[in-house]
């Protein structure tokens, strides 16, 4: 576990050299205030408050660019690092939850077996590759700090509940602490940090059922969850009833409406499941906009089967609980991992960071299984080289996808090539070669051709986006090829009607520009 972060750092390396991507520019490139040149509180504090929310997050964007500037090599240089402590912060959570079933619960195991399956489990979730954008994509350290918190909050109500009977003061005292203090911290780096208490009360039901040996324990641990976790999720339904029309507006700039999000996400959570425990190079990327909207329940008919195959699940996490609690901890956790980001909120519909913390769910009940099926003993050596294999594996994909994030135009034109009806992937690719026609880089007729091609699919594949439209305009005008009236009349057209996902400032400045010019 010492070596841990030598390890992630190896196979991330080749990622270190990438540069910023997608909505890094909007939240730390473009943000002046995140620009800190000293150390005085009042350049902290602007840097904190650059944009509305998450200010533990972007006070430390602001502290990367104190030390070494807009550099992403050091951006994502800390965000390894954040990783590693997580990584390891994982294995104290792991640890303690075996060591308390398996010794003190079950009494049929012992302490080292917890701890190598505790540190199977962390090496393998700190080398998947659906995490890969957490470390690399530099915006998500956003993610990666709150589930930081998250994790600590985890830790310190495991060992309050270990102690509960015992010392009930500083039992009390750390598993308040897991919320009035860790919570906070992760909520204001990301919100999604708002699911701890979920997930303690999955701890609880899962690892320790909320026995206790007296009676005004058990109370107290029913208060706590009342007061955490039950009257902040009324509240919170209340509120969105109340406001459901600030919900409904969020989409108003999307291509898919509520209904369709909520029966489209059935679909992506199995999506979510393949990619940990199925993954290939293919499934990954930056964008995954190519996804499929359900519309009804049988438009595509997979959504009906996605839906009663999550609700199985649900059911048997539940009959678990009590013969197969890893199992039903694991089911419960990842479910719980998707309740805010992947329901009603108006958000893109996939992105791999979501599984950060989720993934742990998947990957506890597969290596403890791994580790433990059957026979206590038998076939030892086997099962640790299927853990090791596993952990090779997961290791490798990462590697490469590290190497594919060492260069933007590699990670560009490899996300387009697996997601060929990715509007975003297209438009990222028609930039790489609009950039080459630019820079004189290249063949110009080739680079035309190319460019035009991709932003073209872009704009046949979204009907609220003119990415690709003003892609083309540009680099007609940058290369002295015409401008085709038909771009013109469909931009317009959309500008006059459409919801629309993103218009840059500076495109139509350009255009404008062309105009005054004559």
Known sequence: MVLLPAFILLIYFPGLGGGFVFDDFSNILLLPDVA???????????????????????????????????????????????????ALLLFVVIRLLLIHLLVVRFSSGNESRAIIIAAAISLAWALHPVNLTNV??????????????????????????????????????????????????????????????LFLLVIELTFFRFATTQKRQRIGLYLFYTFFLALPALLALIYIFQFAGNFHGGYSNR????????????????????????????????????ISISTTLTNPVTTLVALIGLAGLFVVALASINRAPIL??????????????STFIPLELVFEHRN????????????????????????????????????????????????????????????????PNSARANYEAGKVYGQRLESGQGDPQINYREAITYFERNTNLRSNTTSGLFGSILASIDSGHKIQAVWIDELEY???????????????????NCVVRG
Not at 153 to 179: F, N
Request: glycine share 6%; proline share 4%.
């Open 255 to 290: 291509h898919f409406t509520l209904a369709e999000r909520l029966l489209t996400e059935p679909r992506v959570i199995w999506l979510y499941i393949r990619m940990i425990l199925l993954p290939a190079p293919s499934v990954f990327g930056l964008f995954h906009d190519d």
């Open 328 to 341: 039903a901890f694991g089911l419960l956790f990842f479910l719980a991992g998707h309740l805010m980001e």
């Open 356 to 419: 950060y913390l989720p993934s742990i769910g998947l990957l506890l009940p597969l290596f403890y299984y791994l580790a433990c099926a059957g026979e206590a003993g038998k076939y030892k050596k086997s099962r640790l080289a299927l853990m090791s294999l596993f952990i090779l594996l997961f290791a490798l994909q990462t590697h490469f996808r590290a190497w594919q994030w060492s260069d933007n135009v590699r990670l560009y034109l490899t996300d387009v090539q697996y997601h």
């Open 36 to 86: 800190m040149n000293d150390w005085s509180w009042s350049s902290l504090k602007s840097a904190a408050l650059s944009m509305q929310g998450r200010p533990i997050a972007r006070a430390s964007f602001g502290l990367n660019h104190l030390v070494s500037g807009f550099s992403p090599y050091y951006f994502k240089m800390v965000n390894i690092a954040i990783h590693s402590i997580n």
């Open 494 to 512: 959309r500008l006059n009607t459409q919801p629309l996902e993103q218009v840059n400032l500076l495109w139509l400045e350009k255009m404008n």
């Open 136 to 197: 690399l994509y530099s915006v998500q350290r956003m993610n990666s700090l709150s589930a930081l918190f998250v994790l600590a909050g985890m830790i310190s109500y495991i060992k309050g509940r270990c102690i509960l009977d015992a010392m009930p003061t500083r039992g009390w005292l750390l598993i308040y602490a897991s919320v009035l203090l860790f919570l906070p911290l992760g909520w204001f780096s990301k919100e999604n940090a708002g699911l701890l208490p």
